[in-house]
Nanobody, 126 residues
Framework: QVQLVESGGGSVQAGGSLRLSCAAS????????MGWFRQAPGKEREFVAA??????????THADSVKGRFTISRDNAKDTVYLQMNSLKPEDTAVYYC?????????????????WGQGTQVTVSS
């Protein structure tokens, strides 16, 4: 069973950038499709980005709210998935979670991911 640990969160002013990392252990990383989700206070957890598992054609998808600003990527040699976040806005403030699934197809619903990290806080001030 894979374990996930996020890092890289913090406080930044609007327009700034952060890169989140999610290190995986205890499983074969390249066998997992990976996703990033976020949850703001009082709101439901929402999809941010996802990337297919290795061995399939390179494919990733991003939520419309972050498209053009955020980029998901993975480094299978380091068992790590990243979320590069640029042009941050106050509405991006949330706890960010990475998640893993063995599904071959891209998944954008939280319930389709059985494995989750503990989350990392991102705060964007105006």
């Amino acid at each position: 069973q894979v374990q996930l640990v996020e890092s890289g969160g913090g406080s930044v002013q609007a327009g700034g950038s952060l890169r989140l990392s999610c290190a995986a252990s205890g499983g074969t990383f390249r066998s997992y499709a990976m996703g990033w989700f976020r949850q703001a206070p009082g709101k439901e957890r929402e999809f941010v980005a996802a990337i297919r598992r290795s061995g399939l054609s390179t494919y990733s998808t991003h939520a419309d709210s972050v498209k053009g600003r955020f980029t998901i990527s993975r480094d299978n040699a380091k068992d790590t998935v990243y979320l590069q976040m640029n042009s941050l806005k106050p509405e991006d403030t949330a706890v960010y979670y990475c998640a893993a699934t063995t599904a071959a197809a891209i998944k954008t619903a939280a319930y389709e991911y059985p494995y989750w990290g503990q989350g990392t806080q991102v705060t964007v001030s105006s």
